[in-house]
């Protein structure tokens, strides 16, 4: 994507989006039964999250939308409520239609463009908890885009008030989280690749 004109915050937004997306997936990337729902696109938005991408992408070319998801539902699907979405799973011919729709055009932009909005959000909720350290936030950033934002401010909030929020304070506090995040070695391999980035 065109990063012309981009600020130095907007740069560090990109760095820890991509390293978030390295741990998640590339554009086109479904996983069917990720918990109670399917995750899609290269920040794996989950259930309601998911729904509210692909209302985004349909929205910029709705004639390519209708031929490529044509013998599915989902232009049905997308108007229903969040508690539909949270616990759908995909089937093999949603995943099919919706995977090219994900590598459209259209798609890998609006993914690009959500994927910053979310990932800012992301390290400005780290900032109001006190995160200071550009590493320090980009951990917190993957965190938050696994285990959504309750849970990640539970992780920060479980760190002894005296201690300083460092990496390794909050890599040391997500360990013992690690039975509800998908893969048991993302805690530790996230850090040495966080460690090895230059912001």
């Known amino acids: 994507m065109d990063k012309v004109g981009i600020t130095e915050?907007?740069?560090?937004?990109?760095?820890?989006?991509?390293?978030?997306t390295y741990n998640e997936g590339y554009y086109d990337t479904i996983n069917r039964n990720d918990g109670t729902s399917s995750s899609i696109?290269?920040?794996?938005?989950?259930?309601?999250?998911?729904?509210?991408?692909?209302?985004?992408?349909?929205?910029?070319?709705?004639?390519?939308?209708?031929?490529?998801?044509?013998?599915?539902?989902i232009l049905a699907d997308i108007n229903k409520d969040d508690d539909f979405w949270n616990s759908k799973i995909l089937d093999d011919i949603e995943c099919e239609k919706i995977s090219e729709l994900l590598r459209t055009e259209e798609g890998m932009k609006c993914q690009y463009e959500l994927r910053?909005?979310?990932?800012?959000?992301y390290i400005n909720h780290g900032k109001s908890l006190g995160i200071k350290d550009e590493k320090a936030l980009a951990y917190f950033a993957d965190l938050?885009?696994?285990?959504?934002?309750?849970?990640?401010?539970?992780?920060?909030?479980?760190?002894?008030?005296?201690?300083?929020?460092t990496i390794?304070?909050?890599?040391?506090?997500?360990v013992s989280y690690s039975d509800v995040l998908a893969r048991k070695q993302r805690p530790m391999y996230t850090y040495k690749k966080i460690m090895n980035t230059a912001f």
Do not use: P
């Open 144 to 165: 938050e885009n696994q285990l959504g934002c309750y849970m990640a401010e539970n992780i920060i909030k479980s760190i002894d008030s005296g201690k300083e929020l």
């Open 41 to 73: 696109g290269i920040l794996q938005w989950n259930g309601y999250r998911a729904k509210n991408l692909l209302k985004i992408i349909i929205s910029k070319n709705e004639e390519q939308a209708k031929a490529i998801l044509d013998g599915t539902t």
């Open 9 to 20: 915050s907007d740069n560090f937004i990109i760095q820890v989006s991509e390293i978030i």
């Open 168 to 174: 390794y304070e909050i890599l040391q506090a997500s």
């Open 116 to 121: 910053m909005r979310d990932v800012k959000a």
